[in-house]
């Protein structure tokens, strides 16, 4: 009888056992799709696996180079999304409207962080940390940004700020930057006073003309493309070369305008962010790296 009750005990803890065993399945289960270029970086630098990034001209990390691709970051292929079974569908608030305008009717919903500053996207960082299990890469990709941002901070505590003009341009247009975007909270956080301010809380980017820009006179203008870098270029050239208005700013005289890398300078933040903010205090400051 005795041998019978250990016996049952023994079947009972080894049925236990294995119940509590069961639980990092679920961590393991957790099918993640990174839907822009800034998220896709992120989770690399988290060390998360996706089954899903954004087709894109950039090279995405190594970690995911036979990852599917999904389509583009505002509207991505609902049959492939679909069919990748997602558990998480990561987004940015810049192109939340247009995410919902595509995931509508699909059953499928996305979760938005905020990309527009450096601290949004830390913000998101520390979020993702703690729902992947991540919490220590996390905060270790955090406390970057928290030192260059430390660094550049009191460099500039004593310098006048330069006024700073940012340009946006894709082919044929441009809009202006305004300190809600992320390149004007670079240009904040690097010591520089944006010339252009926005009328409302989530104003990005505005349209303006030249006569209006001009009166302001900005000591550096910032030239940034969305996508088709070299188009891009091309265009502000040829805008700066032929309107006269363009000529005559101190900023272009002086030789203080500057075209901005993509890789580093994107629409929204990305974990380049540090590196971004260097580059940009040493042409606001014409100061080099020792």
Not at 92 to 100: A, F, H, L, N, Q
Not at 147 to 159: G, N, P
Not at 204 to 212: H, L
Not at 240 to 248: D, E, I, L, Q, S
Request: with cysteine; proline share 3%; glycine share 6%.
């Amino acid at each position: 009888m005795k041998k019978v009750v250990i016996y049952v005990i023994i079947c009972l803890l080894f049925l236990v056992g294995c119940g509590k065993q069961e639980q990092p399945t679920k961590k393991e289960g957790e099918r993640i799709i990174a839907t822009t270029v800034a998220l896709t970086e992120t989770a690399a630098k988290l060390n998360l696996d996706l089954v899903g990034v954004p087709n894109t001209e950039k090279i995405l990390p190594k970690k995911y180079a036979k990852v599917q691709a999904i389509g583009q970051a505002k509207q991505p292929d609902l049959e492939i999304v679909r069919s990748l079974q997602p558990t998480h569908l990561l987004s940015v608030t810049s192109i939340k409207p247009e995410m919902e305008k595509a995931l509508k009717g699909s059953g499928v919903s996305a979760t938005y962080y905020n990309y527009n500053s450096i601290q949004g996207m830390q913000k998101a960082i520390t979020e993702l940390g703690e729902q992947f299990h991540r919490k220590k890469e996390a905060e270790q990709l955090n406390a970057v940004y928290d030192k260059q941002i430390a660094t550049i901070q009191k460099k500039i505590k004593q310098k006048k700020k330069p006024k700073v003009l940012i340009l946006l341009g894709v082919p044929g247009s441009y809009l202006i930057s305004t300190e809600k975007s992320f390149l004007g909270n670079l240009v904040e956080l690097a010591g520089g006073e944006n010339v252009i301010q926005a009328t409302k809380s989530d104003e990005e980017f505005i349209a303006s003309n030249t006569e209006t820009l001009y009166k302001m006179q900005p000591d550096v203008i910032l030239r940034a493309s969305h996508g088709f870098p070299k188009q891009v270029k091309t265009m502000f050239d040829e805008e700066f070369k032929t309107n006269t208005v363009w000529r005559n700013f101190k900023a272009t005289q002086e030789g203080r305008v500057y075209d901005l890398d993509e890789n580093l300078f994107g629409i929204t933040a990305n974990v380049n962010a540090d590196e971004a903010l260097q580059t940009l205090y040493e042409l606001l400051y014409e100061e080099k790296k020792s």
